[in-house]
């Protein structure tokens, strides 16, 4: 996999306040969902070495988890302030019941392997590295009778980002 430059990125900001969309898949059967929860990093090398990766947080229910736990490639997108509307919908609806990507007029379009959007300005495509269930026991005692109070554990899924798509 060819190195790229990682550009200093407002990852805090990133997946709180602008959302993402999480896709897997193929471009001719996919899902995407929208995320708040994700973080970027490096992981699994040596100084200078690390493996630059986004993680992304999926609950279970999500048809787009089905997609994630079978494929080797995700994306994960972030859109012009424009597309807020769009990713609203594409978060509180399921593609089981509908084509909600062509609900909202969203173009998708293959990348490396991965499945992307024409509308995207941020796009990284990634290599799955891991996937794994939150354990109960492994929670601090505020998440687990906070978020986790109906317990419900999402899934991890670590990517190495293996191609990057800037058009901002």
């Not at 990133?14 to 973080?39: E, K, R």
């Not at 269930?133 to 687990?144: H, K, S």
């Amino acid at each position: 996999m060819k190195p790229f430059e990682m550009k200093d990125y407002k990852v805090f900001d990133m997946f709180n306040n602008q959302w993402a969309l999480v896709t897997a898949g193929t471009p001719d059967h996919y899902n995407t969902c929208t995320i708040a929860w994700g973080s970027l990093g490096t992981i699994w090398g040596g100084p200078n070495r690390g493996r630059s990766i986004v993680t992304v947080y999926v609950n279970p229910d999500r048809y787009t988890y089905d997609f994630l736990k079978e494929t080797d490639v995700f994306t994960v997108d972030w859109f012009p302030q424009e597309y807020r509307k769009a990713l609203g919908y594409l978060g509180s609806r399921s593609g089981r019941d509908e084509d909600k990507v062509a609900a909202v007029g969203l173009t998708p379009k293959e990348l490396a392997g991965g499945v992307t959007f024409e509308e995207a300005n941020l796009t990284f495509v990634c290599h799955k590295l891991y996937q794994g269930e939150f354990q109960r026991e492994g929670l601090a005692d505020e998440i687990n009778h906070g978020i986790y109070e109906d317990w419900h554990p999402h899934w991890m899924f670590v990517g190495e980002i293996i191609e990057v798509e800037d058009k901002r």
